[in-house]
């Protein structure tokens, strides 16, 4: 990102110890969540936190008070969401633009915190929500699910398991391919009793599969049967959960207003959450019109993900007076992935020297020096910020895994994990260069005159695809460089709809994207990103294309891993092998969460490890909001 000698029969030893036993023992990644009894959660490694008896999380303040608006911009979102328009309150397909947090209006079987597979203080473990209980078979493929007598859609009729069988088997026909893919191992949802569903496994599934489907939204049946499930609408759709639509202007702003009457208010798991009267999200797409009214009161929190507006723009009346805070929070312990896809289903990017080349091309040093104030590091691993990057060579217990691939691995492999390289900071390092030049040789490109060409004489050229001028900035000696290659490189800026839809259709030949995996990365959620299948299925998110028969196979293993250490071991070897592809180049991470926000408001004095759930674990503070004029 590594013929039979001594060393070599210790490994394969190794091999022998570690794949045989994954092989033969029963599924068992939930061991210990046994079989046949009702269960109050699922982890998936070891005992969960909270007992079944437990009062509220321990992240929140169960005291906080109920009231105010939080007006926010938004740090992160999911599906079809798009952060600067909008024009459907449809989330759940791949058509359209949705407003970010539309999962807020509905609950799922079981609860997490951003609709990834774990609560905040606990790396893999889910609780019931509508759920009140989950039973698991002896196999390990069927999850009975007995919903709660009081949980309620809003306009006050039960949910039902009818609900619950029509939400999965419409995800999984019509659903956003992020939701139908990760369902592509539920073979069916069967309806036991009025409030009794079984999920049902075709045995293909990793363990972990049922974390991440048992926090999906579950959808009004009689809602969608009087409306269509595929339509772009702006009829807000029924829900049940803490919050409604309120007030809406397409493209401009949402309100979503705190259901007073929510069927879940006092339960645990909602017991010093949802504390906002209404969650106000106001749309611009472009950053510094954002932050202009964000410097206005418009807005009362952001995070700054700009460097340079952090460290010269934070300079205005409000926070020199102290009615604006800055303040660092800790990342998350979970991995993430933030990086250029190189679009490799094209030809003329297709050889892995020729991206290998490109990124060289990309001077970190100068750019952050100059440009980012010194804030970021330099990203290596596909798994920045957690114990699954690889370094160094492999271990005994990886080398058990990527031995038996060796014939479809390259050589660099088995040696020191694949690190970007250092340059001289001067923002086009010539030695840097040279190496990109060779590379470019290597793959067949000739120089003519003063550009490259391919055998066929057709001009090397690369767009990079961007929805922010921000980037502009970012990448102009990044091109630079590739033009003093003989490479056509430009940037082409597009409006918020244009950008997914291109990223959907595959069109584009490098863009920038950001992953998080969650805390405990799961089988179903790294092969929409790495595995062949995708590669192909418009809407997922092998963005690069990557076909790999090694990445598929390490991936696969991933649902027999029975332990923590297992899949930190798997996932340090896949971590070396997809670095070893240059499908993606890496670019930069933080430490931190840099955070502003408006002096009105309360926040549990511990962030979780596991997740920033900002506007729903955050209250308004009345007597601080007038102090400040904001009341």
């Not at 009975?144 to 949980?151: G, I």
């Amino acid at each position: 990102m590594s013929g039979i000698t001594r060393r070599r029969f210790g490994q394969l030893s190794a091999a022998a110890f570690l794949l045989g036993p994954l092989a033969s023992r029963p599924r068992g990644a939930l061991a210990a969540n046994p079989a046949g009894e009702p269960l109050h959660g699922l982890s998936a490694f070891g005992e969960l936190k909270y007992a079944a008896e437990y009062t509220h999380f321990d992240y929140v303040n169960p005291e906080a008070p109920k009231g105010g608006t939080f007006n926010f911009s938004i740090p992160n979102w999911a599906f079809n969401q798009n952060p600067q328009t909008f024009d459907t309150l449809n989330t759940f397909v791949l058509r359209g633009n949705a407003p970010p947090r539309m999962e807020m209006c509905f609950d799922a079987l079981m609860f997490a915190e951003n609709v990834s597979p774990s609560v905040g203080d606990e790396p893999s473990a889910i609780y019931g929500m509508l759920a009140q209980s989950v039973e698991i078979s002896e196999d390990r493929n069927r999850y009975t699910f007995k919903l709660r007598p009081e949980a309620r859609w809003h306009d006050g009729t039960p949910i039902t398991a009818a609900d619950v069988a029509f939400t999965y088997e419409t995800f999984k026909e019509e659903g956003h391919p992020s939701i139908a893919l990760a369902l592509r191992h539920l073979e069916a949802v069967e309806v036991v009793e009025e409030r009794t569903a079984t999920l049902v496994f075709n045995g293909e599934q990793s363990d972990r599969a049922i974390l991440t489907a048992a926090v999906m939204p579950i959808v009004s049946r009689a809602f969608y049967t009087a409306n269509s499930f595929t339509d772009t609408t702006m009829t807000p759709p029924l829900g049940s959960g803490p919050y409604k639509v309120g007030r809406v202007s397409a493209g401009n702003f949402i309100e979503y207003e705190r259901a007073t009457d929510y069927w879940a208010k006092d339960m645990p798991f909602n017991v010093g959450r949802n504390n906002f009267d209404t969650i106000r999200i106001e749309f611009y797409r472009e950053r510094q019109a954002a932050f202009e009214a964000f410097k206005k009161g418009d807005i009362h929190y952001r995070q700054e993900f700009t460097s340079k507006t952090w460290a010269t723009e934070y300079d205005f009346p409000a926070l020199n007076e102290g009615k604006v805070k800055r303040q660092l929070f800790d990342a998350e312990k979970s991995p993430s992935f933030q990086g250029w896809a190189v679009n490799r289903r094209r030809a003329k990017l297709a050889d892995p020297r020729t991206v290998q080349a490109i990124g060289l091309c990309f001077d970190f040093e100068w750019t952050n020096d100059n440009l980012f104030f010194g804030a970021y590091a330099r990203s290596h691993s596909y798994f920045v910020g957690s114990e699954f990057a690889a370094s160094g060579k492999p271990s005994a217990q990886e080398l058990a895994l990527l031995e038996p691939l060796r014939d479809k691995l390259d050589p660099s492999v088995f040696d020191e994990a694949f690190m970007q390289p250092v340059s001289d900071g001067s923002g086009g390092d010539r030695s840097l260069l040279r190496r990109a030049n060779a590379l470019l040789e290597e793959a067949g490109w000739k120089r003519e005159g003063r550009i490259l060409v391919d055998a066929q004489g057709r001009p090397f050229t690369v767009e990079f695809l961007i929805r922010s001028p921000t980037f502009e900035r970012i990448l102009g000696r990044f091109v630079a460089n590739l033009k003093r290659l003989g490479i056509e490189a430009s940037i082409r800026l597009v409006d918020p709809a244009q950008y997914q839809a291109r990223l959907d259709t595959f069109d584009f030949d490098i863009t920038g994207i950001a992953r998080s995996y969650g805390a405990t990365p799961t089988a179903e959620a790294l092969e929409q990103i790495f595995q062949s299948d995708y590669a192909g299925i418009e809407g997922s998110l092998n963005l690069s294309g990557l076909k790999d028969e090694a990445v598929d196979a390490l991936i696969d293993k991933m649902r027999k891993v029975a332990s923590r250490e297992e899949l930190t071991t798997l996932l340090r070897a896949l971590d070396r092998v997809l670095r070893s592809t240059h499908s993606w180049i890496p670019n930069w991470h933080s430490a931190n969460h840099r955070v502003a926000y408006w002096d009105m408001f309360g926040f549990p004095e511990r962030k979780p490890d596991y997740a920033f759930p900002v506007e729903a674990t955050w209250w308004f503070d009345a007597e601080k909001a007038k102090a400040i004029g904001q009341d």
